[in-house]
């Protein structure tokens, strides 16, 4: 499984950004790739996940400005973030995972992160 993030930056409060994950996965136990954010000092966080049947789960300070989406054609899922605020200022990182009606991360099956930072 190779997970790769792309995507993040320095935004102001309110605007957006689109992160994306580049998934070749070849475990076939795998079945849904989740976002997870961590600030420094703090535990890592589900963002959101998307099943590869296209059921979706998000945290509850996502619902309503974050969407995921994925592009099998491509192997990649997106995370778009609207209406960003600065608490949303972390590493954000893709994973590889089960997806059961709730999404768990497989163990090791994380990409590098990507920093994004929001100014007030």
């Known amino acids: 499984v190779q997970l790769q993030a792309s995507g993040g930056g320095l935004v102001q409060a309110g605007g957006s950004l689109r992160l994306s994950c580049f998934a070749s996965?070849?475990?076939?136990?795998?079945?849904?790739i989740g976002w997870y954010r961590q600030v420094s000092g703090k535990k890592r966080e589900l963002v959101a996940a998307?099943?590869?049947?296209?059921?979706?789960q998000y945290a509850d300070s996502a619902k309503g400005r974050f969407a995921i989406s994925r592009e099998n054609a491509n192997n990649t899922v997106y995370l778009r973030m609207n209406s960003l605020k600065p608490e949303d200022t972390a590493v954000y990182y893709c994973?590889?995972?089960?997806?059961?009606?709730?999404?768990?991360?497989?163990?090791?099956?994380w990409g590098q992160g990507t920093q994004v930072t929001v100014s007030s």
């Open positions: 994973s590889a995972g089960h997806f059961y009606g709730t999404y768990y991360p497989a163990a090791g099956y």
């Open positions: 996965i070849s475990d076939t136990r795998v079945n849904g």
């Open positions: 998307i099943s590869f049947g296209g059921d979706t």
